[in-house]
């Protein structure tokens, strides 16, 4: 029996996520693969990218762990992960899926001289995000002949551009916080 630590938590550009044999015998190897089978033109190699260290084999639990860590996360390393563990009688696997996802803040708010306040988030990611943006806790709503323009933007190359133009702003009248949720 094994099976695959979740969720998963990208911590400083660092993605890790754990594989648990448990079973009789104490493995010969622990092998790690891009994608969903063991095939192995998939192989992971331990270097700049990947890291993997395995424990020792538990006598009174019965178990050993292994963890991938990978350095250095982009969207791209969203997917399938297999782990293979080897044993003299069977060669059990399990397989993970890894959704990546980043939100960057905008480096500035653009003001307008007209009244009006934009702002921006970028979002990476392997499939489209939605975004909802709150002002005080409350959620804004783009109706229409309102001074909320809300644009979702839509996936390029792993990108997408989400803006939200405010017209008539008040500075004074209006401050507090606006906040992005993916």
């Known amino acids: 029996q094994i099976r695959a630590s979740m969720p998963y938590f990208v911590h400083e550009k660092t993605l890790g996520f754990s594989c648990v044999f ?7 190897k622990i092998e790690w693969f891009r994608g969903s089978t063991d095939d192995a033109n998939n192989l992971i190699s331990a270097g700049a990218k990947y890291t993997i260290s395995t424990g020792n084999f538990n006598v009174v639990s019965r178990t050993k762990t292994s963890v991938i860590t990978v350095n250095n996360v982009e969207v791209t390393d969203s997917g399938d992960y297999t782990c293979k563990w080897t044993t003299d009688n069977f060669n059990p696997k399990a397989a993970m899926t890894v959704a990546v996802r980043l939100l ?33 806790n409350e959620k804004l709503v783009d109706a229409a002949d309102d001074a909320i323009t809300i644009s979702p933007g839509s996936l390029q190359s792993n990108a997408q551009e989400f803006i939200l133009t405010i017209s008539n702003v008040s500075p004074p009248e209006n401050a507090g916080v606006l906040t992005a949720v993916v």
């Open 22 to 28: 448990n079973g009789l015998d104490d493995p010969q």
């Open 104 to 136: 960057t803040t905008p480096p500035a708010t653009v003001y307008s001289t007209d009244g009006s306040i934009k702002m921006t988030c970028n979002y990476e990611g392997t499939t489209s995000g939605t975004m909802e943006w709150y002002y005080k």
